[in-house]
């Protein structure tokens, strides 16, 4: 369940890698970023370029724009015809990916070592050359309608947690879905897109991760090359749109085809970007809470709800630290047959009322933390996620450096934290209840798996 739960909550629940040794860093004159992350491991190189827009810097009537527009960047430039891009990616042995988040908008290449500057000189170009076609934009207007029919309404987890997100957040704009909803996706200009192309889209407002058998000089050399010469773009000033507080629980009912009930519970929560520095322990706290609920079959929801009273069929619960506006903790759950979603509510509650009353064994607390670790040394063996990591981190407008504090930080972690953020912050008045209310299957499509992932 977990590893399901933490792909649809997003990517900000990976575990960051620790990246200390060999990074350097870069700024080009036009304020292009650029981080170089030496590993010699294997041959290859990965490139990212990371821009800070995504889905949470959107308005209603263009939300989902952020998405269709990486889309759009796979279409064609003032040097390259539609889908050449991913063409000449492939005749050099390359792949490729780009994603869409709340808080950017990323573009990836793994390719072998001697092949970096192909990937620039193509990302160089579509930075700032972008060609939006009208034809081209009514086709992919028509491919992201599909998408979110497929992945969101037709997927009554997905449509649950959409409908779950806009009643947690009020003017957050975390309030909005990644993809849009469908009237906006509907409605898109090219102008539209144009506009927010030539706003954010600026090496001003990118930073260019490379990860792998590479040599940091030679990497910002071809960089001043490529990139260099691109201009700087005047970036919109983003307003800080706080959530509002929230003073009473919120319950909704979400209706829709379904085999199975479902439901999930939010509590508001600070993240390390948001919460005081007086308090930067907190999110730390947060994150043991969420391993000792579920982190393993031998966390709790397992343990006590799974095949201890046997009333959840599966249970997760998750929580990222690594945002740029403050977040929820969550905790979501399919009831076992037979039983009722308010039975496992109360179970749910039971289950944290224990936390709050009483501390977590040093034991339990010393077993999540060697998780956490041996997640972290795991990943620190992909030169993909150390890049990823590093790009994430400085896109939603924290240090990179944070992710070689990330053990140190959750190691230092007491029981007492763990009981004082459950306290403090899973209270009913920070509380946000959905159900789904599984309705009669009519024949429909399969559904695709959530997630925001597109191979071009």
Do not use: C
């Not at 949470?56 to 050449?84: A, D, R, V, W």
């Not at 393993?296 to 998750?318: D, K, P, Q, T, Y």
């Not at 990222?320 to 509650?349: H, W």
């Amino acid at each position: 369940m977990l590893n399901k739960f933490k792909t649809l909550i997003g990517l900000a629940l990976l575990l960051p890698v620790i990246a200390t040794a060999n990074v350097t860093e870069f700024k080009l004159d036009n304020g292009l970023k650029l981080i170089v992350k030496e590993d010699h491991r294997a041959p290859i190189v990965v490139s990212q370029v990371w821009y800070k827009v995504g889905s949470s810097y959107e308005y209603n009537g263009i939300t989902g724009i952020s998405h269709i527009l990486e889309h759009m960047m796979f279409k064609g430039t003032k040097n390259l015809k539609p889908k050449e891009f991913s063409q000449i990616i492939a005749a050099n042995g390359g792949r490729q990916n780009a994603f869409t988040g709340r808080d950017y908008t990323a573009y990836f290449q793994t390719m072998e070592k001697d092949r970096l500057e192909v990937s620039f000189r193509l990302e160089a170009e579509r930075m700032r050359n972008l060609v939006l076609n009208e034809d081209e934009l009514v086709k992919e207007k028509e491919v992201v309608a599909e998408e979110r029919r497929l992945r969101t309404d037709d997927n009554p987890q997905s449509l649950l947690r959409e409908a779950f997100n806009a009643a947690a957040f009020v003017n957050s704009p975390y309030h909005h879905p990644i993809i849009g909803w469908m009237s906006d996706i509907e409605h898109y200009t090219v102008e539209d897109l144009s506009q927010w192309y030539q706003k954010w889209y600026a090496p001003n407002n990118a930073t260019v991760v490379v990860a792998g058998a590479v040599d940091p000089e030679a990497v910002y050399q071809l960089a001043k090359k490529y990139f260099g010469p691109l201009k700087p773009e005047t970036i919109a000033i983003v307003k800080p749109q706080i959530e509002i507080e929230q003073r009473g629980k919120r319950t909704i009912e979400v209706k829709a085809p379904a085999e199975l009930p479902y439901f999930m519970m939010g509590w508001k929560v600070p993240v390390v970007k948001t919460v005081g520095q007086e308090y930067a322990w907190e999110p730390y706290a947060l994150e043991m809470l969420a391993g000792i609920l579920d982190g393993s079959n031998s966390a709790r929801f397992a343990r006590e709800l799974v095949r201890g009273e046997e009333i959840a069929a599966s249970m997760g619960a998750g929580y990222g630290l690594f945002s740029r506006l403050a977040d929820l903790f969550i905790v979501a759950g399919t009831p076992a047959k037979g039983k009722t979603i308010d039975a496992l509510q109360q179970a749910v509650m039971a289950q944290l009322e224990k936390v709050k009353m009483e501390l977590v064994s040093e034991q339990e607390l010393n077993r999540i933390k060697t998780q956490v670790v041996a997640n972290a040394v795991y990943e620190r063996d992909s030169v993909f996620y150390q890049a990823m990591q590093i790009g994430m981190l400085e896109t939603v407008g924290l240090d990179w450096r944070l992710s070689d504090a990330y053990v140190e930080n959750v190691q230092a972690v007491t029981a007492e934290q763990v009981m004082a953020v459950a306290k403090k912050y899973l209270i009913d008045d920070g509380l946000t209840i959905a159900e789904l209310i599984p309705m009669p299957l009519e024949a429909k499509q399969p559904a695709m798996p959530a997630g925001d992932h597109h191979a071009h």
